[in-house]
């Protein structure tokens, strides 16, 4: 046989070798992970549930997963050990960077635009009619409002 038609087994052998390895120190890394876990320590479970470990056996984990409510899990179930800092943060809302300077307004006028100048004088936009969406409290008033198109409320040009 020549070389160029064991060229694809020979590749074929070394990706699969390569793939096996991989995947072997991804299970050697999550084993270790679990080893290092000590009660008293956050964990993300691989459902996506935050605990803390109370118990740890040979192969199960008691978990506190609110206060006074405990589970037995297998260790295998367990996604991640978190740094007590980060934990903290997820669970309970805990917030590092409280101190940054972000500003959010009271009210939405600094998102869409001054209505007065600085200086006390009108803008552009307060030249412009405003839209009276108040509604009348005197009924003659509500009526001569509705029959200036000659509808009142309700009513339509379709028949």
């Known amino acids: ?6 060229l694809p087994f020979i590749v074929l052998i070394g990706a699969m070798f390569l793939m096996t390895r991989s995947a072997k120190k991804k299970q050697q890394a999550a084993a270790q992970m679990r080893d290092e876990m000590q009660p008293g320590t956050g964990v993300r479970t691989i459902g996506g549930m935050y605990a803390t470990v109370k ?3 040979d192969e199960t984990v008691l978990l506190e997963v609110a206060p006074g409510v405990h589970a037995v899990y297998a260790k295998n179930a367990i996604g991640a050990v978190l740094q007590d800092s ?9 917030d590092e960077e409280s101190d940054s300077d972000t500003v959010v307004p009271d009210d939405a006028s600094s998102l869409t635009g001054a209505t007065e100048a600085t200086d006390g004088t009108e803008t552009a936009e307060d030249a412009e009619p405003k839209a009276d969406l108040t509604k009348k409290s005197d009924p003659a008033e509500a009526a001569a409002e509705g029959q200036k198109d000659g509808k009142t409320d309700g009513e339509t040009d379709a028949k």
Do not use: A, C, F, Q
């Open 86 to 94: 980060e934990y903290n943060r997820i669970v309970h809302g805990d």
């Open 1 to 6: 046989m020549s070389i160029v038609t064991l």
């Open 55 to 57: 118990e740890i056996g």
